[in-house]
């Protein structure tokens, strides 16, 4: 198999220079996924609101190159906020709860834009 790519749209993907997801074999790498929706503005709303949009960009692109939910195995929560760690957790157990991925949850001093209180990261290997 061919090294393969997911476009999630957002606007950083083509500034910065990088995929929102490569698939290398049956291993899918999700870039830091922030609160972008289609037309490329921020998610408005709370910590939790923007995790969801966060997972699902995620999923999106796992998806895109053969995936799914049950197959990530890993996770990276960042938060600006601390006291977001709960709401975004149970965000997160929404989508994961029964695949329960290895999961990190750290907080950070920014983001890529001011009004992002999460971003998220995520490793699948597809047919795990």
């Not at 476009?7 to 997801?21: K, N």
């Not at 990530?72 to 965000?91: E, F, W, Y």
């Not at 989508?95 to 998220?120: H, N, Q, S, Y």
Request: glycine share 10%; hydrophobic share 40%.
């Amino acid at each position: 198999m061919t090294r393969r790519r997911a476009f999630t749209g957002s606007p950083y993907e083509a500034q910065f220079g990088f995929a929102r997801a490569v698939r290398e074999g049956n291993r899918i790498v999700v870039a830091g996924t922030g609160p972008v929706e289609d037309d490329g503005s921020s998610t408005k709303g709370d910590a939790a609101k923007q995790a969801e949009r966060c997972l699902i960009l995620i999923l999106r692109a796992i998806e895109d190159l053969g995936g799914s939910a049950s197959d990530v195995v890993r996770t990276r929560m960042l938060l600006t906020d601390p006291t977001d760690q709960d709401a975004v957790g149970a965000v997160h157990a929404r989508f994961f709860g029964d695949t329960r991925p290895a999961a990190t949850m750290a907080g950070v001093a920014w983001l890529c834009r001011e009004e992002w209180k999460v971003e998220i990261e995520a490793e699948a290997v597809v047919g795990a």
